[in-house]
Structure formats: C-alpha cells, structure tokens
C-alpha cells in the first residue's frame, strides 16, 4: 500500500516516526501498516525508561541490540512502530509511553482508545 494514502489517528496523511533508529513494520520510518502486519505496528511511540523496563518484563525487550537484524536496541527518547495491542497492555498497566500522534497510523484505533491516545500525545495543541 502507498503511503501516502494511509492516514494518522487525525484523519491526516501519516508522517514519519524515525529513521534513526529505523522503525516501520517494513523499515520505511512510518508506521505504516498493511494485511501482512499481523501485529499491528501503528502506533509511534517515544520510549522511556520505565516503558522499556516495562517491555522487557513481559518478554518484549526493546533495549538489547540485536545485531543479526541490525537492531541497535532503543533508548529512552527513541521513537518507534510499537505494536498497538502491546501500547495497550502498557497503558492499562500504567507504563504507556507518549506517543506522535501524526505518525501514528488509524488502524491502531481498532484496538486503542483515541482519548487515550490524546491522553499520551505529545503534539497536540
């Protein structure tokens, strides 16, 4: 799918999360998303400490590179394509981190509340 013709949770075209580290469920910088994307990578997060020690409990560990995959491990102030059920299951816990709404893809609605996404957002007026 083009992505330019896929939207953020505003109803706007989707701009980029981050290309250094490079994130995307394809490695494009956007969260953009297509069937293939079982998991969902919509939602563009900027990472904490507290949301990676989160992670990494239960068994997502975001921080430890992983140079096979050129994966240099994220650190507190990255932004990445976090998967939107796992943004979710961080927000009920109490450990969402803030996220870019303008680069956060539509589709992560299906599972996440837009208010609480506001609630996160670090680009709203």
């Known amino acids: 799918m083009n992505i330019i013709e896929q ?14 580290p490079l994130t995307g469920f394809t490695r494009t910088g ?11 990578h919509t939602v563009c997060i900027i990472a904490t ?10 068994g997502n ?3 430890t590179p ?7 491990g994220l650190k507190q102030g990255d932004r990445w394509c976090l998967c ?11 450990n969402a981190p803030k996220v870019v709404l303008t680069a956060t ?9 837009i208010d609480a996404l506001k609630a996160h957002a670090i680009d709203l007026n």
């Open 7 to 20: 939207k953020n949770v505003l109803g706007e075209s989707l701009v980029t999360c981050s290309m250094d």
């Open 105 to 113: 893809h539509e589709r992560c609605l299906e599972d996440i509340n």
């Open 49 to 58: 400490k507290d949301f990676l020690k989160f992670s990494a409990n239960i």
């Open 66 to 72: 992983v140079p096979a995959f050129g994966f240099k």
């Open 30 to 40: 956007c969260c953009e998303t297509g069937p293939e994307d079982v998991g969902s």
């Open 84 to 94: 939107a059920s796992r943004w979710q299951q961080a927000f009920e816990a109490g």
């Open 61 to 63: 560990d975001l921080s």
